[in-house]
């Protein structure tokens, strides 16, 4: 299952250490470890089981082709703001800096939620300057949009008399993911494969040489996929699209040439270099086993949102960095960054600065784009890419036996596929086995910084609807009759007023959620609470015995807005629970080491339960456990455990009214 080239001889910059072996790696490991387990830092299991290895040795290298060596990838910007002028105006700040494509993100007149380019005019006055034979263009459509964009797209090509073969243009074209965004087709799925074969086949006769499909695995993503389902998940799309078209009355072959992907990465590096390896190979035996020729395909990344934090912002921009450049060396033809405030809404012109610099820093100082596959001989690497190649090829044909894709999605046993993987991940959330920065781990305390977000002015209204002197039918004519309407001054919303809808197919739309939310929606209602919930620590020993755990409990609460209040260092069980008398926290949390556990624990937790206090101990003593739980501690707080459940088991604690309150 490779499309790769094989060379004979591998690099000797290994070779160039003694003894570079595994054993002589991994005793190194183990002395810098100083005892800790290596295992859980050198490996670990992916959410679909698959192991990885960081320390592996070499093998030949297998590029697998792509991108050429030395080709730079198209550092695209996402464009987004509702006004046509305005955006227009980002764009070309975005390509005279750096810049060498858009992300066009189509929106309608009064949202802010993409550009306000629903007529010929105002996708013209949006690419005002932007000239089209240079600039490579994605379409981010919007629902049900892909071929009204495509012939708006057309429109304007033909408008500014631009030879269509000298034009990149990723028409984004999906007709399951937008089922899955709705959840229902305004036509049957065979009228919308004919609507789609349609489009290629008008595209095509005017000399268009771009892929129409654009098969998103970005939906699957945000929607909580692991690396196999998202891989698997846009195979069996693309093979539902591709057999709906052949049905619709195209070859295999132009259907197939007709697909492109857009994947997300994010800050799993590795397994993100591998995620685009991985489809390469998997499209190229899609392909053998079609009998089609070996063709690369398009590959479009856009960094994950799912990923991205409202608490702590500026750590996206390490994600973002991370993912663009995981996403270059895995050998994307087109990557976009989003601006690090994206999870805000609109983003500002700093932030977008920001993400555009990200991409130039990554190929001018790294230079990444110049060789084919930098990966290609990295034993992780090459070892992950087949693990996942193997488990995405099981799990589609699992899809194809169930029937294909829409039936998967029909059925809702796709979408289940995904809210389990999404359980299983929110739950290592929740134990921080898998850590935000900023947010779960590592939180700032006080309140979140402020950013600077801009909609940009608001956009006039659409215009007046008016009938259509065109029939848009469901076929190449259709195709052509709207690119004739939008010269005429057609809208969208003329275009959707003469196809009514008459939805045929439905299936439940997929939930997505970014991963930092439940820490964030926890902590958020908590600062703004009128009064916030707060936790006494209770300082078992000098600083150097109870620093460690103290400090794990505060990282603790203020993840979710509770407060932290100090007790004394050094003082008598009596003393602390005097201290906690005077603070309005219900629970007291003992923060010291095993050995002061031992010889004061018990004693402190029943002077402080003798006060009032709910009682718990950070961490889990190996000996006197059910002594201390005797003496009136109630719970256990060690690294590992629910952090989410522990936090509202804080909030879920009543406020004690007033300060002082005798007891």
Known sequence: MTTASTTASATAFAGDFANASRDAWLAAAEAALKGRPLDGVISRRTLDGLAVDAITERVPPRVVVGRPAGARWVAMTRIDIGDPAAANAQALEDLNNGAAG??????E?????????????????????????????HLDVAPFGGRQSAALATALVERRK??????????GVDVLRDLVRTGALPRSWEAMCGRVAGAITGLSRRGFTSPVLTICGRSWHNAGASEVQELAGVLASATEHVRGLVA?????????????????????QFASIAKLRTLRLLWAAWRRESGLPDRPVHIHVETSRRMMTLRDPHTNMVRTTIAAFAAGAGGADSIVVLPFTSAFGASDWDARRIARNAQAIIL?????????????????????????????????????????????????????????????????IARR????????????????LAVVSEAGPAVAAAPALKPLAVEITDDVAGFDAMVSAYHDGASFADIRAASKPIPS????????????????????????????????LALVGPIARHSGRAGFIRNLLVAGGVDAVDGPVGAEPEAVAEAWSATRAPLAILCGSDDGYAQVGAALAAALKARGATVWLAGKPREGRDELAAAGVARFVAAGDDALDILRSVVDLPNRQSAGAAR
């Not at 631009?162 to 028409?171: R, W, Y």
């Not at 009355?249 to 197939?256: D, H, I, P």
């Open 505 to 536: 197919v439905v299936a439940h739309p997929i939930a997505t959620e970014r991963l930092a939310e439940p820490f964030e929606t926890l902590r958020a209602r908590n600062e703004a609470a009128p009064s916030p919930p707060s936790a006494f």
């Open 433 to 448: 086995s898998a850590p935000i920065v900023g947010v779960s781990e590592f939180p700032q305390a006080g309140p979140p």
């Open 364 to 428: 001018e100082e790294s230079n990444v784009h110049r060789v084919a596959d930098p990966s290609a001989g990295a034993g992780a690497i090459e070892a992950f890419t087949d693990a996942l190649a193997d488990a995405a090829w099981g799990l589609f044909r699992e899809v194809e036996a169930g029937g294909g894709m829409l039936a998967a999605l029909t059925e809702g046993s796709w979408q289940q596929r995904l809210a389990d993987a999404r359980a299983a991940r929110s739950a290592a």
């Open 162 to 171: 631009i030879d269509p073969a000298s034009v990149s243009i990723l028409f």
């Open 102 to 107: 858009l992300s066009l993100v189509f929106g």
């Open 248 to 268: 619709a009355g195209l070859s295999v072959e132009t259907a197939a040439d007709a697909v492109s992907f857009t994947l997300a990465c994010d800050a799993e």
């Open 109 to 137: 007149p009064g949202t802010s939620a993409g550009v306000a380019a629903d007529t010929l005019d105002r996708l013209d006055q949006a690419l005002e300057g932007v000239l089209l034979d240079l600039a490579p263009i």
